[in-house]
């Protein structure tokens, strides 16, 4: 076994994503494997179609609303 230092471990450290940015990449994947359609996006992510709106608003998403 080898030994590691303090700055390679660091460096193995996988990125933090906020939970807001984590939420907004999964949206903007779902919304785009369906072809821009909310009303199935909405449906697979288990919200409203209103909500997704709020949230395509919320997130600056606005060539998709």
């Avoid at 390679?8 to 907004?24: D, F, M, Q, V």
């Avoid at 494997?33 to 998403?61: C, M, Q, W």
Wanted: proline share 3%; aromatic share 4%.
């Amino acid at each position: 076994r080898s030994e590691t230092s303090p700055s390679e471990k660091k460096e193995r450290r996988p990125t933090l994503l906020a939970l807001h940015e984590i939420e907004r990449a999964h949206i903007l994947e779902t919304l785009s494997s369906f072809n821009d359609n909310r009303t199935r996006t909405a449906k697979v992510l288990g919200i409203s179609v209103r909500t997704l709106r709020n949230k395509l608003k919320e997130y600056s998403v606005t060539d998709r609303l």
